[in-house]
């Protein structure tokens, strides 16, 4: 079946700016999860779904970051006021029941100019 | 200091050998342990899931855990080219615990096996 899909692949914004990044888990996943990756680093948590509600936000910098999961499927991380330490790859996983197996997406990469 | 450490290597090795690759964590909450490996400009790809201490196999891939020493192990057997990828570990607590579901990743070792 399909894996997680995230668009866009690539995103170049200036600093300053509002970008949406998209995330379309695998059908039937309940929960979703948010990671960011620095270059040369293991993915770091944002945020995590179980359904509608986002259960844990606590990795979530501050608050120019949000994310919303409306329909308890494609989830949408939002970015304001761009900076460019926000640069990075954002990568989406979803899971099955919110356990510990979570499946990845490709990664949308971010860069701020 | 990081939960989890990972050194970033790189590591090369030549064909057919036997790859170590290791972590080590100081939060003992930890109770689930993962290896993921990472091909450049692709996401992490799930490789091995293990709950709690011991050893679980598939095909080439041996992961190993033991909490008592805080340090989990991921073997590489037979190792080929094609396993050339950034190599992952990552763990979470307890069911029902805070960090249930929130992996903590390690940096990550790349890994380089040449023909």
């Known amino acids: 079946g399909a894996g997680v899909s995230q668009t866009p692949s690539n995103k170049v914004t200036e600093k300053g700016k509002y970008v949406e990044l998209r995330c379309d888990p695998i059908?039937?996943?309940?929960?979703l999860y948010w990671y960011r990756q620095s270059l040369g680093q293991g993915p770091e948590f944002l945020i995590y779904?179980?359904?509608?509600?986002?259960?844990?936000d606590s990795g979530l910098p501050n608050d120019r970051f949000f994310a919303v999961r409306p329909e308890g499927s494609v989830s949408t991380l939002k970015i304001q006021r761009t900076e460019r330490g926000d640069s990075a790859v954002y990568l989406c996983a979803s899971s099955q029941r919110g356990d510990t197996e979570q499946y990845f997406g490709p990664g949308t990469r971010l860069t701020v100019t | 200091q990081k939960e989890v450490e990972q050194d970033p290597g790189p590591l090369s090795v030549p064909e057919g050998a036997i790859v170590s690759l290791n972590c080590t964590y100081s939060n003992s909450a930890f109770q689930y342990f993962m290896w993921y490996r990472q091909y450049s400009r692709k996401g992490p790809e799930l490789l091995m899931y293990?709950?709690?201490?011991g050893n679980k196999e598939d095909g080439r891939f041996t992961a190993q855990v033991d909490k008592s020493s805080k340090y989990i192990s991921l073997f590489i057997r037979d190792s080929q080219p094609s396993d050339s990828a950034t190599y992952l570990c990552?763990?979470?607590?307890?069911?029902?615990?805070?960090?249930?579901?929130?992996?903590?990743f390690g940096q990550g070792t790349i890994l380089t096996v040449h023909p």
């Open positions: 779904f179980q359904g509608t509600g986002a259960a844990d």
């Open positions: 990552a763990m979470s607590g307890p069911l029902g615990g805070t960090s249930y579901g929130k992996l903590t």
């Open positions: 293990t709950y709690s201490s």
């Open positions: 059908s039937g996943h309940t929960a």
